[in-house]
């Protein structure tokens, strides 16, 4: 997820052109969807709770006592972490250092963790994909192995203090490729990106054969997309343990189309699936001066504090019976706190496009309707 870039036009044309392409039967699901299991991974994405607790920032559960936001989240449901990592942000935070810091934190709790490698230095989703800056000037061999090297050195320094990740992203909304553009798919050519999520892939299994390898793309809206991606990959030879879709309703339509798309995912590759990102506003007023990102909502949740739960409610159970595994709200603890900005380049001033989306209030009150269940 990226906080400051249009998610309206992140499609590309290509891929537009691929769905015109494809014939209606294949923009549904099957019909014999399984059976609706349980969630196992209830997750929440806290990559920014680190700063705003370095800056004095408060959460309180619903009865108003103060207490560390991943107790409070512990409290109503959410068993899963997941943490973005950039290679060397400005601001420092999200680096290897901070990841591993906090990662012994969400290990101390008996939380699990989910390490989102965004293999850049900033925000990657489907409308960028910068390389880091170390990485510059690199080919798609000398990636290759630039790639292997970071996930393997990240993934063993955590082990070696104790916080294996139970599961890593190879990349973050990578619907048409990441590490650009020698990782771009252009012209329908998975071969770059193939060779890269490879590396990822061998890296992680390399430092531990039970960490989980997700793949993640935005592409619960539509089932041409996916299948245009996953099938790409696919024909590569690459592998993966778990799908990741995003699914934001303003964004990725009803929830019956997620479902649907869901479903087909797993029945498609017969691996897992996860909604790796959701959420949804509780207001649309903004609490600072940086504009919202999201400033209306879909029809049926309104935007208020039952609303917010509602639909989060309605994501998790369409997700459940169409036969995910998990769902992963997008950075709940993200209220608006000075010094805690969208920018890793300006950290200080940048401020919040999600204040509206967290599930604390601007005074760190938490919503007490919201609950992750199984």
Known sequence: MSVHGSRRTMKVGALLAVAAALPAALLTSPTSAAAAGSLSMLGADVSTARRALDLGAKYYDANGNAKDPLDILKGVGVNYVRLRIWNDPASGYNNKAKVLAYAKT?????????????YSDTWADPGKQYKPAAWSGHGISRLQTDVYNYTYDVCNSLKAQGTTPDSVQIGNEINVGMLWDDGKVVDNDFTNLGLLLKSGYNATKACNSGTKVVIHTADADSDAHARWFY??????GVNWDITGLSYYCMWHGTLSNMGSVVSDMKSRYGKDVIIAE???PFTSGNADGTANSVTSGCSGYPLTWQGQAANFTAVQNTARSAGAIGVFYWEPTWYAVPGNGWDPADIDNSGDGWDNMATFNWTGQVNPNIKWTP
């Open 231 to 236: 099938d790409g990959i696919k024909a590569k």
């Open 106 to 118: 969400v290990k101390a709790k008996g939380l699990k963790l989910l390490v989102d490698f965004h």
């Open 278 to 280: 959701t959420a949804y």
